[in-house]
T-cell receptor
């Protein structure tokens, strides 16, 4: 398994501001992902965080709104920019230690935008 | 990746087996069936996965039909702690490891 921590665990933000969420893993992993879970909904993949290069975004998500960094094999950040109430969600990072194996999820960051 | 269809909700009495069905009629030969669950306010947890043979681990059993168009996750002795949303996901093993979640089945285990 993998031990994954996310900071902050929750936050309440004003519209128009930005929040950066951190994801830290206890050991090196090959793949890191960011998901969003809107209230009462399933998980939606935002992007794959690529180490040392630009993230790969899914349809409907853009870098200007959700910039992602992954400077090494154990750490990634997701920024939610210019927030609106529609961005209120749980944001989760997940990792795969070796390609083809099971994916482990962090505890999530609960974001509320007023 | 193929789409999956699951019932939105199910109930199960504590101590009884919970059988959660999943339809994946468009699955292709190189796609695996994965099951995850999400207990309220937590990140999803991996349960089990399989290709065509039945699989069992300490958490559950996975039964895949011979034509692979459907599968059933079995929790042999459900407990109250098994109350969660269960997701059935089909993924090609050579793919980029990303998971596409459907709507899942909300399992309620009652005393």
């Amino acid at each position: 398994s993998a031990v994954i921590s996310q900071k902050p665990s929750r936050d309440i933000c004003q519209r128009g501001t930005s929040l950066t969420i951190q994801c830290q893993v206890d050991s090196q992993v090959t793949m890191m992902f960011w998901y969003r879970q809107q209230p009462g909904q399933s998980l939606t993949l935002i992007a794959t965080a690529n180490q040392g290069s630009e993230a790969t975004y899914e349809s409907g998500f853009v870098i200007d709104k959700f910039p992602i960094s992954r400077p090494n094999l154990t750490f990634s950040t997701l920024t939610v920019s210019n927030m609106s109430p529609e961005d209120s969600s749980i944001y989760l990072c997940s990792v795969v230690r070796d390609t083809g194996n099971e994916q482990f999820f962090g505890p999530g960051t609960r974001l509320t935008v007023l | 990746d193929a789409k999956t269809t699951q019932p939105p909700s199910m109930d199960c009495a504590e101590g009884r087996a919970a059988n959660l069905p999943c339809n994946h009629s468009t699955i292709s030969g190189n796609e695996y069936v994965y099951w995850y669950r999400q207990i309220h306010s937590q990140g999803p947890q991996y349960i089990i996965h399989g290709l065509k043979n039945n699989e069992t681990n300490e958490m559950a059993s996975l039964i895949i039909t011979e034509d692979r168009k459907s599968s059933t996750l079995i929790l042999p002795h459900a407990t109250l702690r098994d109350t969660a949303v269960y997701y059935c996901i089909v993924r090609a093993f050579y793919n980029t490891d990303k998971l596409i979640f459907g709507t899942g089945t909300r399992l309620q285990v009652f005393p």
